[in-house]
Structure formats: structure tokens, C-alpha cells
């Protein structure tokens, strides 16, 4: 459509052109003593209109030649940011594909030229962790710490994920701590503190999450329920060195929890042990009161 329409200009300046070749008698005289030059108004027209264009041609060209060292760099830096781009897009491919120094290396070109150089060093630090490079991988999560600071929750998430694989249960937890404490309670945050607290032996916190967990349906309530089972008995055994303390936390469970057959069991055993066997005697009975359970006939015969 806009081709058309310039066409019809043209010829439109063309027929204008013609017609007023043909009606204009005026001409333009121009005068230097002792030069004169006198020439037809259409002529006079024609030249400045061709001075004009080769005067705006000149200065455009004069423009772009100022400008060419500027586009140059601006070329340069964007076929950079084009070559990083791939090569963080190569880096994951590379990543998932199990080629962990692959991914490295490609990574590695990404962090130097490319617009997340925070992203790629996290990508690097997680293939060298693959690759078992642990000093490699401490290194690259410095570099992610200090080239964008907007990247706190991943590299946070990324040291504590790392740090639960090697079972350094310690440094998962202080890394996820930190990024509780600001603000951040995601499902994918909760659910690795609840393995990093059961690795740490936490169990009060393995309860609390756990519960936490099971309400916003973010984990399977079988999974749910035993690692509440896990921490109860965990947290009655650790209350047996005392016997008060022992029957203090019994009595403060719910009545659905002491009927439990595992949780009793282990209770029996714990007042058995502790010579209360008045205790035992009503956590069984109580407990196969509601079902009779062939954990709890182990305990007694």
C-alpha cells in the first residue's frame, strides 16, 4: 500500500513538472559583475532541489562516519550478548544432558560477556559440584555472590540444595534460615528444611514443618505422617534420660497420637526402661484399647 501511493506521488510531481514547464515564462538572473547567468525558473528549481539532496546526502554521510566507531561497539557488545546467550542456553542443555563439564565451560563463556553472569555462575557451580569439584564449585558461588546482588534467594537456594546432597546438614540449614528470615517461605524452601532439620535431628522443627507441610498439601500425608511418627518417638526417646520429663511430654500429646501403635510401642519400651511400669502398663492398655497392634504385643508378649 505504501508502495503505491509513492508511486502515485511520482507521477503526480511528474504531470505538475509538465504543466508547469509549459505555462511558466519566468526565469532566474544571477548577477556577479562581470558575470551574468540567467536561466529558466523549471532549470532553477531542479538545481535546488538537487543541491539540496546532495547537501543532505553529504551531511548524512558525514553523520554515519562521526557514528560508525559507536555502532561498532554497539555491534560488538550485542553480538557478545548474542554469543552469551547461546552459550547459557548451550550450558543447560548441556546440564541436563549429564555433560556437567561441558556445561562448565560453557557457562563459563556466559558468566564473562553475558546479562546474568549471577545465573551462570550458579549453572557452573552446580556442574562442578556434579563434577565433584568442590573447590571449583566454592568458586563460582563467590562469583555468583558478587556479580548480582538481585540473585540472593537463588544462590541461597543453590548452597543449601548443594549442601543436603553432600549431607552437610549444618550449612543447609543456615543457608535456609537465612532466606526465611527474609521473608521468603516457599514450598520448595519448606520442604528442604524439613530434610535439612531431620538431618540435623531437630525433631521438634521436623514435627512443626511437617504439619506445616501436610495443611498446605505440599507433601503426601503418608510421608507427612511418618516423619510426624519419626519425630514423636525421636523426641520421646531423647526425654527418657528424666523420668518426669518422659511423662510430661506423654501427657502433652494428643490422644490420636498416643493411641498409635508405633508411638506407644516405643513409649512402652522407654517407661519399661525407665521402671514405670504403672506408665507402661496404661500406655498398652489405652493404646490396644483402640487396636490391637502386633507392635505393641512385641513389647509385652
Do not use: C
Not at 7 to 17: D, G, K, P, S
Not at 37 to 62: C, D, H, N, P, W
Not at 258 to 273: E, F, G, K, N
Request: charged share 25%.
Amino acid at each position: 500500500m505504501r508502495s503505491l501511493f509513492w508511486l502515485l506521488a511520482v507521477f503526480a510531481a511528474a504531470v505538475a513538472v509538465v504543466i508547469l514547464g509549459r505555462v511558466d515564462a519566468g526565469y532566474a538572473l544571477f548577477v556577479y559583475p562581470p558575470y551574468r547567468v540567467e536561466m529558466s525558473m523549471l532549470f532553477f528549481g531542479f538545481a535546488t532541489l538537487a543541491a539540496f539532496l546532495l547537501l543532505y546526502a553529504t551531511l548524512r554521510l558525514a553523520s554515519h562516519a562521526i557514528a560508525l566507531p559507536a555502532y561498532v561497539r554497539t555491534w560488538r557488545a550485542r553480538r557478545r550478548r548474542e554469543r552469551a546467550q547461546a552459550a547459557l542456553g548451550a550450558a543447560l542443555q548441556a546440564y541436563y544432558e549429564g555433560r556437567y563439564a561441558r556445561a562448565e565451560k560453557e557457562a563459563a563463556v556466559a558468566f564473562e560477556s553475558g546479562p546474568a553472569p549471577g545465573l551462570a555462575a550458579l549453572l557452573a557451580a552446580r556442574a562442578a559440584h556434579q563434577l565433584r569439584d568442590f573447590e571449583r564449585r566454592a568458586s563460582w558461588l563467590e562469583r555468583a555472590d558478587s556479580a548480582e546482588p538481585g540473585l540472593q534467594a537463588a544462590r541461597l537456594m543453590t548452597r543449601a540444595e548443594l549442601a543436603l546432597e553432600e549431607r552437610d546438614f549444618s550449612a543447609a540449614r543456615e543457608a535456609l534460615h537465612s532466606l526465611q528470615s527474609a521473608g521468603r517461605r516457599h514450598i520448595g524452601t519448606l520442604r528442604m528444611l524439613l530434610r535439612a532439620e531431620r538431618g540435623a535431628g531437630a525433631w521438634d522443627e521436623v514435627l512443626r514443618l511437617a504439619t506445616q507441610l501436610a495443611k498446605r498439601d505440599a507433601i503426601a500425608p503418608a510421608l507427612a505422617e511418618e516423619y510426624k511418627v519419626q519425630a514423636m518417638i525421636e523426641l520421646l526417646r531423647r526425654s527418657a534420660a528424666d523420668p518426669g520429663s518422659f511423662e510430661r511430654r506423654w501427657r502433652a500429646m494428643a490422644a490420636s497420637e498416643q493411641t498409635h501403635p508405633r508411638i506407644a510401642a516405643a513409649a512402652a519400651r522407654q517407661a519399661t526402661a525407665l521402671g514405670n511400669a504403672e506408665l507402661a502398663r496404661e500406655i498398652v492398655e489405652r493404646a490396644l484399647g483402640e487396636e490391637w497392634s502386633p507392635a505393641l504385643v512385641a513389647v509385652y508378649g
